[in-house]
């Protein structure tokens, strides 16, 4: 590897590095971009190609239909409520966990002895699969054997997710945020680490109290942290919850907490309509790389990276 050339005017050294062999640089890449070839690129050719098609009802014959298949899905009233659902519930999911992670971790800075211990207890739940952390606050908030769903009744609350929208929103919104808490958390907490002790002690010394050196100095310069997990606490709640909504309320009950990325799983799993569930997956990317998109395009435009 040649070292990096010196500036003719400035004599300073520059970043470009450049290699004896230039097939060197396409072979240092090769694996990186076969593994994107074929788990992503591939897979979603597949998808849009099918997206066009439509079968008979036995699979026997196939059709080509152009983007017939797009106009249905967009029309169905059944997946205008997925979206619906999808909204409130990557919202709410990626606001709560957000949130308690937040605070968590700002506690955790308070904390003088047994720190570590604190820590490595918040960030446990990260290592729970989506359906075993679905599974286990489905037990909890069961409405007949749940021991937090007992509580609720004791306070007048007629807890039922099995018959209850808002109660299985809630529900769900609750396995999901608490499941994405240890992954907020340990960002949050480096964020603080970085944050200079200087600014916070002068802004102390000039009388600023606790509230008001947290708002005006410790949270934006967490700004980058932050950007960075509302952009994966996004995707996130889009794409990685499909464990959760499965086995915690399987979309129910009527429809009220299935999301998009269900609703492909039901058309095309269960009910074998696989130009439709195809057609919602490429609508699903399409949404997905829109939002990211836009979240880099104006959110960043605030963050300040300092």
Known sequence: M???????RSGSVTPRVV???????????????AITLVFFYWPAGQAFYQSML?????????????????RKVL?????LNSIKVTVVFSLAT?????????????????????????????????????????MLW?????????????????????WDPLLNGTHAMILLVSAAAWKQISYNFLFF???????????????????????????????????????FLLVVNTVYALFDTFGIVHAVTGGGPGKTTETLVYKVYNDGFVNLI????????????????SLTAIQFRYVERKVHYG
């Open 54 to 70: 439509r079968q008979d009802p036995f699979g026997l014959r196939t059709k080509f239909v152009w983007f017939a298949n797009f």
């Open 138 to 158: 489905l037990f909890l908030f069961n409405p007949s054997i749940g021991s937090l769903a007992y509580m609720l009744r004791s306070f007048g609350i007629a």
């Open 274 to 289: 696989l130009g439709d569930s195809a057609a919602q997956s490429v609508i699903l990317m399409v949404i997905v790389i």
């Open 94 to 134: 990626a606001i709560v966990a957000m949130c308690v992670a937040l605070l968590l971790a700002v506690m955790a800075e308070k904390v003088v002895r047994g720190k570590g211990l604190y820590r490595t207890l918040l960030i446990w739940p990260y290592a729970v699969a989506p359906a075993i952390a679905g």
């Open 189 to 227: 907490v480096a964020g603080l680490q970085a944050v200079p002790k200087a600014l916070i002690e002068a802004a102390a010394m000039d009388g600023a109290g606790e509230t008001k050196r947290f708002w005006t100095i410790i949270f934006p310069l967490l700004a980058p942290t932050t950007f």
């Open 75 to 79: 029309a169905d009233p059944a997946y």
């Open 19 to 33: 290699f004896p062999n230039k097939v060197l640089p396409y072979l240092l890449v090769a694996p990186q971009l």
């Open 2 to 8: 040649v070292p990096p050339a010196s500036s003719p």
